[in-house]
Nanobody, 114 residues
Framework: QVQLVESGGGLVQPGGSLRLSCTAS????????MTWYRQAPGKKREWVAT????????VYSDSVKDRFTVSRDNDQNTIFLQMNILKPEDTAVYYC???????WGQGTQVTVSS
């Protein structure tokens, strides 16, 4: 059974950092295209980043480029979203997904506020 579980969200001040984790079961993240989305209250879901299978190469939305970084730990079957220089507009529920399996996690809340 394919499953994704996100963790690592929380409350952080503007300019701070958080690292989100997305642990998979039922498939191997190292050979799968993985993506991150977010959804803020009252707004549409927004694509954040996508990492290609078999590498740490990733593409990012303009709103997070140069601040967010996606990485993988194949031993833990986990992908990460390192978020730096956080802004209040980054406040959202963050979801990881494996499009090939049509699978999404339950989301983790990130709140950026002073």
């Amino acid at each position: 059974q394919v499953q994704l579980v996100e963790s690592g969200g929380g409350l952080v001040q503007p300019g701070g950092s958080l690292r989100l984790s997305c642990t998979a079961s039922g498939f191997t993240v190292g050979t799968s295209l993985m993506t991150w989305y977010r959804q803020a209250p009252g707004k549409k879901r927004e694509w954040v980043a996508t990492t290609t299978s078999g590498s740490n190469f990733a593409v990012y939305s303009d709103s997070v480029k140069d601040r967010f970084t996606v990485s993988r730990d194949n031993d833990q079957n986990t992908i990460f979203l390192q978020m730096n220089i956080l802004k209040p507009e980054d406040t959202a529920v963050y979801y990881c997904g494996a499009p090939a399996f049509n699978s999404w996690g339950q989301g983790t809340q990130v709140t950026v506020s002073s």
